[in-house]
T-cell receptor, first 115, second 112 residues
């Protein structure tokens, strides 16, 4: 069974500050996929990134960046120069590459960006 | 527009009254699944389907049923709803299990 832990329940920052969201996972599978989703106050779930376990390159997309470290089973997410529109709940998730493609989510981190 | 749709979006019902939440996708995805979201618990998978006529239990299947008779539809059935099934429900689909899942808008259910 796999598990995803997002230890930070809530983070509050002032606009333009950077914010890093932690994600630690557990899985017995050697091949797996990691995801981040954003849930703004409107409630929908927006896909942000998918990463497979063999690709440890960090990724940057605009103000968003992701740091995948297999050695520490972590897949952290950083928002640079945060904006009010970044206020949302962010979920990290994992699915193994096996016959059983269960997608397991962390509990989520609520980010509030204050103007 | 590629999308996952769910109906109804909001539902208030009473204990024991059977209900169905529909889910439909227009992306020809093989994989579909249902999740419930509860405060502090994130999203938990209820059931998933790898393809037509293939369904399997997720982490919290008790009290729910699903069927996958057509590729595009994956209804969630609560035969005898109870108050502990009050939650926000999401349907999702993906090309296959290892691929990105795209979520519907959610159905907020209140069981009295």
């Amino acid at each position: 069974a796999q598990k995803v832990t997002q230890a930070q329940t809530e983070i509050s920052v002032v606009e333009k500050e950077d914010v890093t969201l932690d994600c630690v996972y557990e899985t017995r599978d050697t091949t797996y996929y990691l995801f981040w989703y954003k849930q703004p106050p409107s409630g929908e779930l927006v896909f942000l990134i998918r990463r497979n376990s063999f690709d440890e390159q960090n990724e940057i997309s605009g103000r968003y960046s992701w740091n995948f470290q297999k050695s520490t089973s972590s897949f952290n997410f950083t928002i640079t120069a945060s904006q009010v529109v970044d206020s949302a709940v962010y979920f990290c998730a994992l699915t193994p590459d096996s016959n059983d493609y269960k997608l397991s989510f962390g509990a989520g981190t609520t980010v509030t960006v204050r103007a | 527009e590629a999308q996952v749709t769910q109906n109804p979006r909001y539902l208030i019902t009473v204990t024991g009254k059977k209900l169905t939440v529909t889910c439909s996708q227009n992306m020809n995805h093989e994989y579909m699944s249902w999740y419930r979201q509860d405060p502090g618990l994130g999203l938990r998978q209820i059931y998933y389907s790898m393809n037509v006529e293939v369904t399997d239990k997720g982490d919290v299947p008790e009290g729910y049923k699903v069927s996958r008779k057509e590729k595009r539809n994956f209804p969630l059935i609560l035969e005898s709803p109870s108050p502990n099934q009050t939650s926000l429900y999401f349907c999702a689909s993906g090309r296959e299990g290892r691929e990105t899942q795209y979520f519907g808008p959610g159905t907020r259910l209140l069981v009295l």
